[in-house]
Structures are given as structure tokens and as C-alpha cells.
């Protein structure tokens, strides 16, 4: 296993990532730190995706620091970020993931990620916000809507106005994906 090396206070800290968690897609390992509990999407080749990237690893001027990144691409061969081989394949929209890059693949990632290099492990946290039209929308409070068809303005009548009744279909789930309360359980 390789080492990630964060700064706390001030001062390098060694932490030993344990890879067995991890799964390959190519020479990139990657493991889920959370996704919704019905897959929508998943990422495919020709998809036009939206994603947060975090990085954490070494500066080009060697210190340590770690960045965030919103990336729009296209994903699939022949793009900057291809769904096989990149750790990205069949990502749901909202899923979290950890990506351990080892050195020599990580000239794919150099053009989101200027001005920073390769340790022996480097990892990227990626989060899918968009795929094609379906999106992801978080609160302050933490409540989490995927939007999976946004309805086009002509097929408006009318917008909400204040005194509506709205029926919404809900599924409220912790972070490991047990259900603590739904729509369609309540009647």
C-alpha cells in the first residue's frame, strides 16, 4: 500500500491507506464512499458529466496541499476522462468515490489538476453531480434531491404560487442506505 501524506496543525501526517477495500478499473483503484440507493445513470461512454474532484498530494513546488476542482466533460475513449481504466465506469449520480492513481497514469489527470504532481499514491475524491439532464442538488441541512427529468418550460402551464398543495414522492435514507422514512411507506 501506498502512503497519503496529509498536513494536520502544521505538520506532515503518514497515513497508510489499506487498498484492500479498494476495486481495479485499469490500473486505477478505486473504492465507494456513498451513493444513493437506487442507481440513477450510471456513467457511460458519450455522457456529459459533471463532477467535483478533490486532491489531495504534492504541489509541483513539493509541499503538500489538496484542492477542489468542478469538472464538465464528456466521459469515454478519446476524452480527457474516459469511463474504463479511469475509475469513473458506471458511477450513479450523486456516488462518491476515492481514487488511488499510481504515478505514471496520473498525465490523464494533469489537465484538471494544474500545477500539481504524482506521489506514490495520489487520491481523488470524486463526487458525479450531473449526468446528461439528471442532476444533484444538496441543502445546507444536508438533504439530498436528485432531479432525474427536469421539465422543460413549455410544458409548463403554470409555476407553483404560494397556498399550493404539493404531492412529493420521498425516500429518506442514513448514509449506509437504511431507510428511516418514505412516501410510500406512510400511505
Not at 506532515?12 to 478499473?25: G, I, K, P, Q, R
Not at 500545477?115 to 475524491?125: E, Q, R, S, V
Request: one cysteine or more.
Amino acid at each position: 500500500a501506498g502512503e497519503n501524506e496529509n498536513s494536520k496543525n502544521g505538520e506532515v501526517v503518514d497515513n497508510e491507506e489499506d487498498l484492500s477495500e479498494y476495486s481495479a478499473d485499469g490500473e486505477v483503484l478505486y473504492k465507494t464512499l456513498w451513493k444513493l440507493k437506487d442507481c440513477a445513470g450510471p456513467a457511460q461512454d458519450g455522457d456529459d458529466v459533471t463532477m467535483i474532484m478533490k486532491y489531495y498530494g504534492l504541489r509541483a513546488n513539493g509541499t503538500h496541499g489538496q484542492m477542489e476542482h468542478t469538472l464538465t466533460t464528456k466521459i469515454g475513449k478519446g476524452e480527457a476522462i474516459q469511463s474504463v481504466g479511469d475509475g469513473l465506469f458506471r458511477m450513479c449520480l450523486g456516488e462518491k468515490r476515492r481514487l488511488s492513481i499510481p504515478p505514471h497514469v496520473i498525465n490523464r489527470y494533469r489537465e484538471i489538476l494544474p500545477g500539481y504532481l504524482a506521489g506514490d499514491n495520489t487520491t481523488i475524491d470524486v463526487e458525479m453531480i450531473i449526468i446528461n439532464k439528471m442532476s444533484l442538488h444538496k441543502s445546507v441541512s444536508g438533504l439530498v434531491m436528485a432531479m432525474l427529468e427536469p421539465v422543460q418550460d413549455e410544458f409548463c402551464s403554470r409555476t407553483v404560487i404560494v397556498g399550493d398543495t404539493l404531492y412529493v414522492e420521498y425516500e429518506g435514507t442514513l448514509e449506509d442506505g437504511t431507510v428511516f422514512d418514505s412516501s410510500t411507506l406512510s400511505g
